[in-house]
């Protein structure tokens, strides 16, 4: 596709509920990130894939907050017992080469789910 | 304290006028400095990005920085309507994968 495709854009969980939010990322794209933008606030990193791989997840809150991207393309961002405070706009990132050096400045964003637990 | 500090906002100008953006930071290690545009409901574009110290110019944009300062500033000339939105300084090291992001600025350009 011609851009970074996320879906559901919306999506309301009760507490407690699973949920899982998807990513496409550029077709070809290496890396792909997740963000987590709460309102008001700056996107802050969550985790990071090439291709298949995982290489940092330092960014997940707590292990109810799952990532994979099992043949290096499309993502999911799984969230399991949501809970109030991860009401925020999911972002994923996508760039073509791997991070570092100054080509890793040029990442894509999609429009971002947005979760709300209620 | 956050790694990356941004005056939230918001800043309202009249059309025309010229805007001065800026993010703080405490990380002496990143060298990759990145300022992105969000409108509302639509996720983040990169305007520029700048490596080190030194400035950059790209139409009416305009961005700064100092290491020595830990400062970084984007400049907006002759600033339209369309410019209207949330300002997003981000920076990161080297070898860092992960990009950090100030809370982002709100901007309002008037007719």
């Known amino acids: 596709g011609a851009g970074v495709s996320q879906s559901p854009r919306y999506k309301v969980a009760k507490r407690g509920q699973d949920v899982a939010l998807r990513c496409d990322p550029i077709?070809?794209?290496?890396?792909l990130f997740w963000y987590q933008q709460a309102l008001g606030q700056g996107p802050e990193f969550l985790t990071y894939?090439?291709?298949?791989?995982?290489?940092?997840k330092s960014g997940l809150p707590s292990d109810r907050f799952f990532a994979e991207r099992p043949e290096g393309s499309v993502s999911t961002l799984k969230i399991q017992r949501t809970q109030q405070e991860d009401s925020a706009v999911y972002l994923c990132?996508?760039?073509?080469?791997?991070?570092?050096?100054?080509?890793?400045?040029?990442?894509?964003f999609g429009e971002g789910s947005w979760l709300t637990v209620v | 304290q956050k790694e990356v500090e941004q005056d939230p906002g918001p800043l309202s100008v009249p059309e025309g006028a010229i805007v001065s953006l800026n993010c703080t930071y405490s990380?002496?290690?990143?060298?990759?400095f990145m300022w992105y545009r969000q409108y509302s409901r639509k996720g983040p574009e990169l305007l520029m990005y700048?490596?080190?110290?030194g400035n950059k110019e790209d139409g009416r944009f305009t961005a700064q920085v100092d290491k020595s300062s830990k400062y970084i500033s984007l400049f907006i000339r002759d600033s339209q309507p369309s410019d209207s939105a949330t300002y997003l300084c981000?920076?990161?090291?080297?070898?860092?994968?992960?990009?950090?992001f100030g809370s982002g600025t709100k901007l309002n350009v008037k007719p």
């Open positions: 990132a996508s760039s073509l080469p791997r991070g570092g050096g100054a080509m890793g400045n040029t990442i894509y």
């Open positions: 077709s070809g794209h290496v890396s």
């Open positions: 894939f090439q291709n298949e791989a995982q290489l940092d």
């Open positions: 990380n002496s290690a990143f060298q990759y």
């Open positions: 700048t490596y080190s110290s």
């Open positions: 981000a920076m990161r090291g080297y070898n860092f994968n992960k990009f950090y």
